[in-house]
């Protein structure tokens, strides 16, 4: 499960250009999707910045930006960089990640 921090959403909330009322029926923050994944009984645990991580940075990226496909100059953007950048503003690597069986 992956989702956005509701914490960078507006003031006007319906106004969020990442809700989509067909498929969004909830929205965290770090604390209430943290207090989600214990009681669904799943161990929490910071999101490591590691290849995963950029690689959802750079989905949801690409996502918002409306681009259905990697471009053919991707190789070109240098993710890890934006990445840093563009999590500053959407504060993605504040969500928690829950662990099963640990």
Request: aromatic share 12%; with cysteine.
């Amino acid at each position: 499960m992956v989702t956005q921090n509701s914490d960078i959403a507006p003031r006007n909330f319906v106004a969020w250009s990442y809700i989509k009322p067909e498929i969004h029926v909830s929205f965290f923050n770090a604390r209430s999707l943290g207090k989600a994944l214990e009681a669904a009984g799943f161990e929490t645990r910071p999101f490591p910045r590691e290849d995963a991580w950029f690689g959802l940075v750079k989905a949801r990226t690409l996502k918002n930006l409306r681009i259905s496909k990697e471009p053919a100059f991707d190789r070109l953007i240098p993710w890890r960089f934006l990445c840093r950048i563009i999590d500053h503003r959407m504060r993605m690597r504040e969500l928690p990640i829950g662990i099963a069986g640990t």
